[in-house]
């Protein structure tokens, strides 16, 4: 598996996923303005694709939310980062590409020494996902209400990484 930079050709490859049932029914309400975001570039966010052997299999975007001038996370600590992931088609979940995928996310985040802590913000109900993260080390912090969206916040921190191979 590789990432390499989402740019402005794959929207509809993105548009395409995006009416996947599981991910419109896990992804929220968030309106990701493809047309205007995608590959748009910026110093508080980096975009990809998670492909296997060219094959594109799944998005990836890492966000600085201290940076993010429409302040996502509220008003937040510096040095943190947010992971948001999926798997583009449903027969491709559940085959170990997602854990692959936020390896590699989670060892780029650390990678920066300043870094103290990944945050990530899944539904409430998406219950397969908390599993997700918990197994990968993840913690809960607690409910939060993101626009419209009931989230769990859950936290890894740095020393809570032990690097999945
Ligand atoms: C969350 C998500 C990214 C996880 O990706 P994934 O590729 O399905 O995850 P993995 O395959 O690595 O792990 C999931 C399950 O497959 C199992 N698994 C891992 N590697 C496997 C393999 N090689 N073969 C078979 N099963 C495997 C894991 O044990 C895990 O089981 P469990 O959670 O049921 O106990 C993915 O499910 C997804 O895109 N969901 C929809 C969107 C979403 O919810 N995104 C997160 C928003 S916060």
Known sequence: MRLRHATIADIQLMRRWNEQPHLAENLGDDDWQWETELGKACDWREQFIAEIDGRPIGYLEITDPAGDPEQYWGDCAPNLRAI?????EESELSKGYGTQMIT???NRC?????VTAVVIDPLAKNTSAIRF???LGFHTVGPRRFDQDDCIVMRLERAEWHGLS
């Open 133 to 135: 993260y918990e197994r």
């Open 84 to 88: 948001d992931i999926w798997i583009g």
């Open 110 to 114: 650390f990678a920066v020494p300043a």
């Open 104 to 106: 590699l996310a989670l």
